[in-house]
């Protein structure tokens, strides 16, 4: 399967614009661990209650109950995947997404924020050879509409 120009449409239609979304995806899901890194949400113990399988291995999922008793979530399961038994429990964070985070937010923040960067410079690479480029040479290209 080879035509002329397939690099090119590579870069410009699939990869520039994946690396795009791969970043915005990558931001929202760093945000909440770096809310939990920089002291913020819900105190409290986290409770391991399940152990939920499938092909891509085996995940706890636990019970989160804050300090004060005022937030409890149920079927949720911690970042990091601590390797606990039914019924144990640990220091928690909550900050009110998909996950549980340890107190200081684990490793999931700086794993993430490594994605958004090689994503947000891979897409800043597609913004400026691609959109940016074309743009400019439309306009070096585009006869003056003034004619004398």
């Known amino acids: 399967m080879y035509f002329p120009g397939w690099r090119s449409f590579w870069w410009r239609y699939i990869a520039g614009p ?23 949400g819900q105190h409290g113990r986290w409770t391991a209650t399940d152990i939920l399988c499938s092909h891509h291995g ?3 999922v636990g019970t989160f109950l804050s300090a004060n008793g005022s937030d409890r979530r149920t079927r949720i399961s911690m970042s990091g995947s601590p390797d606990l038994a039914i019924g144990e429990s640990v ?11 340890p107190p200081g937010g684990g490793a999931a923040w700086w794993h993430n924020l490594i994605g958004v960067i090689a994503a947000g410079l ?11 480029r074309v743009l400019r040479q439309r306009r070096r290209n ?5 004619v004398s």
């Open 18 to 40: 994946g690396a795009v979304v791969v970043f915005v995806a990558l931001t929202a899901l760093m945000i909440p661990a770096l809310s939990v890194h920089d002291g913020h």
């Open 91 to 101: 220091p928690a964070v909550d900050t009110g997404g998909d996950e549980i985070y």
């Open 58 to 60: 085996c995940n706890e």
């Open 122 to 132: 891979a897409g800043a690479a597609w913004l400026w050879a691609f959109p940016v």
């Open 142 to 146: 585009r006869p003056d509409a003034v």
